[in-house]
């Protein structure tokens, strides 16, 4: 079990990989903020159907709410309410905004994103290949660093184009 944050249910909804990350993770708990982001407000997104139906997701709410004044407000509400989530439930939290992923850090909260998600998944014969998935994610607008983050993603994974030898003409 995870608690996740609504980014990456969205973007895996978004280009039809919600059943993959379900795969890979096993059950996920969403606190009542990421709730509403994903089902309420976000109600004709792709991917809400699912999570209404509570397809491989739990909603939790929180335990204690006064403890969300100890998290900075630059952060959403939902992130905030999944890093005290993964805080109380201890399990790990699944996000990939920068500041929320450090502040869960902070609190000593194992934190995961998507493209451990691919990792997993390729790791466990699920996919061949995590580069397709990551362009789609990619081509949706969802906006990963591409030197600190997507190139060492793919040497790491082994799909980086080799680098050619130059021609001995």
Known sequence: MIVADAGPIIAFARIGSLALL????????????????LVVK????????EI??????????????????????????????????????????????????????QRGIEVIGSLWV???AKQRGMILAVRPILEELLAIGYWLHPEHVISP?????????????????
Do not use: H, W
Not at 52 to 64: A, D, T
């Open 118 to 120: 691919l990792k997993e």
């Open 22 to 37: 379900q795969q890979v993770v096993g059950e996920f708990v969403v606190p009542d903020a990421v709730y509403e982001e």
């Open 52 to 105: 209404r139906r509570g397809e491989g997701m739990q909603r939790q709410p929180l335990c204690n709410r006064q403890r969300l004044a100890q998290l900075p407000r630059s952060l959403a509400q939902g992130e905030r309410e999944a890093i005290l989530l993964a805080e109380e439930t201890r399990t790990p939290l699944l996000v990939d905004e920068r500041k929320a992923r450090d502040t869960a850090a």
């Open 153 to 169: 993603f793919l040497q790491e994974m082994g799909e980086l184009p080799p680098i050619s030898e130059p021609s001995q003409e």
């Open 42 to 49: 976000g109600g004709d997104r792709a991917g809400a159907a």
